[in-house]
Structures are given as C-alpha cells and as structure tokens.
C-alpha cells in the first residue's frame, strides 16, 4: 500500500527559530498533500493544501507567512514553521492523496514539535 | 461550523463486546467517508472507508453503516479486544482522486476496551 515517510517524528526548538518538517510519499506520487494540525485530545484540523508545483492553499485562520509550505516534487513536500512560538507547538501531520489511484488518503506518522 | 459530529467522546467496552461509533455530517456533497484509528504519538491510520453507493461494508471485525438520507454513518467493532483501545476518527470529503478537498474530521472518540 501507499506509503508517507514523515521527518523528524519529534522535534524540540527555541522560541523565534523556525523548523522545517519533511513528508515523502514512497510508492506513489502524491499529487495533493494535505497539512493538519492536532492539538492534544483534539481532532485533526486541515491547514494548507497543496499541489506539486503551485502555490499552496491555505484555510482560514492559517498564516501563510508563518507555515511556508513547498511542493516541489511529487514526492516531496515541506512545511516550514518560521519564527516559532510555543503555541506553535502541536502534532503536525501530513497526507498525500495520488489522484491516478484509490488509496484514499494516506498519512504520515506526525511531527511533534514543542517550542520552548 | 462543524461539518462532522461524532459521538460519543469517549467509550468504554468489555472485551468481546461491540464498540459503536456514530458520526452525522451536513455537506451533502461528501462522498468518501473513511474511518481512522489513532494511538497516541502516531499518525491516524485508515481502518475502513465507504462511498454512498452503499450501505455497509464490513472488512473482518469492522463494519461501517451508512444512512445517506438520514447523513449519518456509523462504525461497528465486532468481538472488541484491548488492541483496539485508541482514539477514532470519522471523517468525510469529496472522494480522493476526483478532487483536492482535504478530510473534515469528527472530534474523535476515546475508546477503551476492559479486559
């Protein structure tokens, strides 16, 4: 099955840093990745949809400035988190979606990050 | 606005019972509605999805029921064990390959399983 590697698993930063989190698909090409956001004991929240090779899309109350996502490749997209805080700090998950297949959405094991 | 009720928050079964989830969504331009288990730390991972072309399917101890007028969907853990205890998600979207829509998630529910 459809398969997304996400790094780091787990990171720690000072506040005013910015931190990059990586998600590779690795037996398909994920045409559309998903970034979501989880809160402890919430839900998922969507942030940011992005498509390989154009600007992504951002939801509503998400600053496009502070999560910088880039899609370059159909197997590599990266969500940046510039000038951290420690509200910032979340579980951040992605999802690739390959439109030729019916895997459904496939997501990554998640980033935690605590900004201190 | 919510787009995706779930309920209850949290649930408690006895081993070899059945776990019922039940989620009820208002978008009725949804038509992909997977169900995710997650542990904690850990990424969701997809246990059972249907399309609204039916009303159950049922992959070994997973069944998922759907009402498409009534919008509601709900899952069914048959013969529950302790592996089972983690939280659940429902979810719902335009279905995957024919659109970018993204999953709008129910709020999860906590389930444990007592030995």
């Known amino acids: 099955g459809a398969v997304v590697s996400q790094h780091p698993s787990w990171v720690i930063c000072k506040s005013g840093t910015s931190v990059k989190i990586e998600c590779r698909s690795l037996?398909?090409?994920?045409?559309?990745m998903f970034w979501y956001r989880q809160f402890p004991k919430q839900s998922l929240m969507l942030m940011a949809t992005?498509?390989?090779?154009?600007?992504?899309?951002?939801e509503q109350g998400v600053e496009k400035d502070k999560f910088l996502i880039n899609h370059a490749s159909l197997t590599l997209s990266t969500l940046t988190v510039t000038s951290a805080h420690p509200e910032d700090s979340s579980f951040y998950i992605c999802?690739?979606?390959?439109?030729?297949?019916?895997?459904?959405?496939?997501f990554g094991s998640g980033t935690r990050l605590t900004v201190v | 606005q919510q787009q995706v009720k779930q309920s209850p928050q949290s649930l408690i079964v006895q081993k070899g019972g059945i776990s019922i989830i039940n989620c009820a969504y208002e978008?009725?331009?949804?038509?992909?509605f997977p169900w995710y288990q997650q542990f904690p730390g850990k990424g969701p991972a997809l246990l059972i999805a249907?399309?609204?072309?039916?009303s159950e399917k049922k992959e070994g101890r997973f069944t998922i029921s759907f009402n498409k007028s009534a919008k509601q969907f709900s899952l069914h853990i048959m013969d529950s064990q302790p592996g089972d205890s983690a939280t659940y998600f429902c979810?719902?979207?335009?279905?995957?390959?024919?659109?970018?829509?993204?999953?709008?998630f129910g709020k999860g529910t906590h389930l444990i399983i007592q030995p």
């Open positions: 978008n009725t331009a949804f038509d992909y």
């Open positions: 249907i399309r609204p072309d039916v």
């Open positions: 037996d398909f090409q994920a045409t559309t």
């Open positions: 999802s690739g979606e390959d439109r030729g297949l019916s895997f459904g959405y496939t």
């Open positions: 992005s498509n390989e090779g154009s600007k992504a899309t951002y």
């Open positions: 979810a719902a979207s335009g279905s995957p390959g024919g659109g970018a829509d993204g999953l709008t």
